[in-house]
């Protein structure tokens, strides 16, 4: 892949804070071309910079409550199991996203539920009737921010 320079880090930069903004918008922006900004674009799509674009939405609007994190352990423990979990989780509405992590905890589930029972039901149908699933510690989440600007890495 071709290395990122300062237009192409530009233009994530926009594009992490909306990546709702329009093609023309963003190549005004930062200057160029909109037929330059496009294939640029399209260029860090196709190498994988960048991979999706999401939209921010507020699940109170659509019955999701409450928000929560699960932090779980697994045994045992392998790569197989750990991604069958992951597909198995993704399939449902509840889930928001997953974190599979190293240290105390294997993963940190976060999910969006109607009420506490609900939370109580999700918790205990598709988390701890798992068999590989030796521990769920559930933490409400009372805040959830996000942040618009892009991470610099000094080389």
Not at 5 to 30: G, M, P, S, V
Not at 120 to 140: G, H, L, W
Not at 141 to 152: A, K, N, Q
Request: aromatic share 8%; net charge negative.
């Amino acid at each position: 892949m071709k290395k990122l320079d300062d237009i192409d880090l530009r233009i994530l930069t926009h594009l992490y804070k909306d990546a709702d903004i329009t093609n023309k918008e963003l190549a005004a922006k930062i200057g160029i071309a909109p037929s330059t900004c496009l294939e640029r674009v399209k260029r860090m799509k196709n190498s994988g910079v960048v991979k999706n674009a999401f939209i921010d939405i507020d699940f109170k609007s659509i019955g999701g409550n409450i928000e929560a994190i699960a932090a779980i352990r697994l045994q045992p423990y392998s790569e197989e199991i750990v991604n069958k979990l992951r597909d198995d989780l993704l399939e449902l509405p509840e889930i928001i996203s997953l974190y599979h992590m190293g240290g105390s905890y294997d993963y940190y589930i976060h999910m969006s539920v109607k009420d506490s029972e609900h939370l109580r039901q999700f918790v205990f149908q598709a988390i701890t009737s798992r068999d590989e699933v030796t521990t769920v510690e559930t933490s409400m989440i009372f805040e959830h921010s996000r942040s618009g600007v892009l991470p610099t890495f000094s080389e």
